[in-house]
């Protein structure tokens, strides 16, 4: 069983920067790949970002390619994802995922542990 915690949301301008961590415990995850999701109110989770499990290979959504960077720290079972240039539409609920497979994937369905989410809300 794994358990992942996220943290480091909050209220930021627009333009603003914020950055999110996911620590993970329970069993070793350095070999999957993690992935950020997000929710915003009145809409469907979406794909943000994703990592494979040495870190070499990253993909993004669209949306916050170019703004958001994702990376990890094997040694200290956790995720990050640095949020620059903010928009009022990153406003959301982001969550944390370690896939099931080896594989990154753009998918919810590849993945089977979640954190709770923590709150970027981002004013203009």
């Known amino acids: 069983q794994v358990q992942l915690v996220e943290s480091g949301g909050g209220l930021v301008q627009a333009g603003g920067s914020l950055r999110l961590s996911c620590a993970a415990s329970g069993r070793t995850y350095s070999g999957y790949p993690m992935g950020w999701f997000r929710r915003a109110p009145g809409k469907e989770r979406e794909f943000v970002a994703t990592?494979?499990?040495?870190?070499?290979?990253?993909y993004y959504a669209d949306s916050v390619k170019g703004r958001f960077t994702i990376s990890r720290d094997n040694a200290k079972n956790t995720v990050f994802l640095q949020l620059d240039s903010l928009k009022p539409e990153d406003t959301a609920a982001y969550y944390c995922?370690?896939?099931?497979?080896?594989?990154?994937?753009?998918?919810?369905?590849?993945?089977?542990?979640w954190g709770q989410g923590t709150q970027v809300t981002v004013s203009s």
């Open positions: 990592i494979s499990g040495n870190g070499g290979r990253t």
């Open positions: 995922a370690v896939a099931r497979t080896g594989y990154p994937s753009t998918y919810e369905s590849q993945y089977n542990y």
